[in-house]
């Protein structure tokens, strides 16, 4: 299988963003590439349907792509998320030792890679990650500013 583009894979993250948004949950997606360019793991939001406040769409991606390989660890693999993860997707990613991660947009509120901090750049891990930021974010912002003024604009019931 040839190696597709960055942007390729980040509008599948989109794609399961759309999902999300579908189902009433925050937009947001998340895709894992293996090595050889095929997707292991796909994602997103669903803490409000699964009742649980871990289902965010880096969490399920990579439970998706671990439970494929029979692993824990996703070595050399790449996982591509519509938003900057979170500090508890973070330490997820970290641990289970992906490559690299591609987001879209900053996470000005609980952004750990560029917005509040930058979990990934400290010294006392023991694997680092590379990480990519701002792919297609004008997109992943579009949905997310969408949801939230529907949000708003929605009558009290």
């Known amino acids: 299988m040839a190696m597709r583009s ?17 189902a009433g949950e ?7 590439v293996d090595p050889a360019g095929e997707i292991i793991g796909a994602g997103f939001n669903a803490p409000i349907a699964e009742h649980d406040p871990s289902a ?17 660890r ?7 998320v519509t938003l900057e993860p979170c500090m508890m997707c973070s330490g997820a990613l970290i641990h289970a030792r992906l490559a690299r991660v591609v987001y879209g947009a900053a996470e000005p509120k609980t952004g750990m890679v560029e917005s509040r901090a930058n979990l990934f750049a400290q010294p006392w891990h ?26 708003r604009d929605a009558p009290d019931v």
């Open 6 to 22: 960055d942007d390729f894979y980040m509008h599948r993250a989109l794609d399961q963003a759309r999902l999300a948004l579908a």
């Open 26 to 32: 925050v937009p947001v997606g998340a895709v894992v």
């Open 56 to 72: 965010h769409a880096e969490m399920q991606a990579i439970r998706a792509a671990c439970e494929r390989l029979g692993n824990y």
């Open 74 to 80: 996703l070595d050399g693999c790449t996982l591509y």
């Open 126 to 151: 023991n694997h680092r990650v590379e990480v990519v930021g701002g792919l297609l974010a004008v997109q992943a912002k579009r949905l997310l500013r969408d949801f939230f003024a529907a949000r």
